[in-house]
């Protein structure tokens, strides 16, 4: 099994999501996959620039030459794209936009009616060619991927691909602040890496191995305090300036 996994995130390596992706690609190795791995940030991106000359002019080529031309290529020929990608506005990170925007030329403008949508034409269905995502975001609630699930599962059907699931790590942010304080999150990235295993071995990842992965890591009133007390640090707590800071202003705090 071929996998092009994708690193969509602006922190690469120390980002949250990169947590999940390595742990992910060590169990799907192990399994046997050959994985190519592309941070976004280390690709030299032009943006689509939506003129379709690769629909019209010159079908399947696109008028850029730089490093997203050669991976379109290659996750083209791919079983698997692995997009990893935090939450950014609600949705995929512009970084990984602009590479996503790039496989357009793999499609042609004919539109097809299946399952009574419409989308365009691509090679035929191949029912082991397949997406997975993988993200964190900073809120607690799970709600908070909805719009970026939607997003995948939509490209998954305009590309003809399955889509065979999401790793997603709610209050993605408390993972390495819990790492840095010793606290334990090995049965997070256990599961992370089972849902490699599995996608290989098996084709599929089990619901089990994905819900274990996004069980709550605390209460959402803990993931608050706890947070916000290492917001407050950093910031530096302002009164009349920091949101929720009233140091020195007693009166004002106790009269909220
Ligand atoms: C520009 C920007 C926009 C964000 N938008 C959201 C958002 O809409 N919802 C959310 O839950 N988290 C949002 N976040 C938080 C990130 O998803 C979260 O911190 C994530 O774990 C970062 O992953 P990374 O370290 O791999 O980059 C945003 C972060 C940034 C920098």
Known sequence: MKIVAIDGSPHGEKGNTALLLNEFISGAREAGAEIEKVRVTSLRAET???????????????????DVTGLVDRMAGADVWVLSTPV???????QMVRVMERTVRLL??????????????????????????????????????????SQVEDLSWSHHRRFAGALLRPHGLALRFMQANGIDVRSTL?????????????????????????????????FVLMMNSAFERRMGCQAGRTPGCYAGEPEQASGL
């Open 108 to 149: 042609s403008p004919c539109y097809e009616v299946h399952n009574s949508r419409t989308r365009h034409v691509a090679a035929p269905y191949a029912p082991r060619k397949a997406v997975v995502l993988i993200s964190t975001c900073g809120y607690y609630e799970e709600v908070a991927f909805a719009p970026l699930v």
């Open 88 to 94: 950014h506005v609600g949705g995929m990170t512009q």
């Open 190 to 222: 256990d599961a992370a890496r089972t849902a490699g295993l599995e996608l290989v071995r098996d084709g599929v990842m089990t619901e089990e191995t994905l819900r274990a992965i996004r069980q709550p890591l605390m209460s959402q009133e803990d």
């Open 48 to 66: 689509c620039c939506s003129r379709m000359v690769c629909w019209y002019r010159t079908p399947g080529v696109c008028v850029h030459e730089d």
